[in-house]
């Protein structure tokens, strides 16, 4: 079974950064895309970043240009750099494959980015 923990949350003001970091319990980078997802409240969870294996990046619309994706296949650990916060930010930060497998998510990592 593999087990996915998120850390690197936090509080900061806007235009302030953040390092996120997904650990896996075992190997599943190599042959995977994987993403960041995340959900504000209220809200549906939603992909904002994804790599693939073969280290091509997506992003969506909302983070293109501010946030980072990279892995660490070695390590076992994908990365989420996020410059230049905004409040709209403000959610619950998951790492999984893509797509998404439902007994992959952890419990995530709060960011939350204040005015």
């Known amino acids: 079974q593999v087990q996915l923990v998120e850390s690197g949350g936090g509080l900061v003001q806007a235009g302030g950064s953040l390092r996120l970091s997904c650990a896996a319990s075992r190997s599943i980078f190599a042959i995977n895309t994987m993403g960041w997802y995340r959900q504000a409240p209220g809200g549906w969870r939603e992909l904002v970043a994804e790599n693939t294996s073969g280290g091509t990046t997506n992003y969506a619309d909302s983070v293109k240009g501010r946030f980072t994706i990279s892995r660490d296949n070695a390590k076992n650990t994908v990365y989420l750099q996020m410059n230049s916060l905004k409040p709209k930010d403000t959610a619950v930060y998951y790492c999984?494959?893509?797509?998404?497998?439902?007994?992959?998510w952890g419990q995530g990592t709060q960011v939350t980015v204040s005015s």
């Open positions: 999984n494959v893509v797509p998404a497998r439902s007994d992959y």
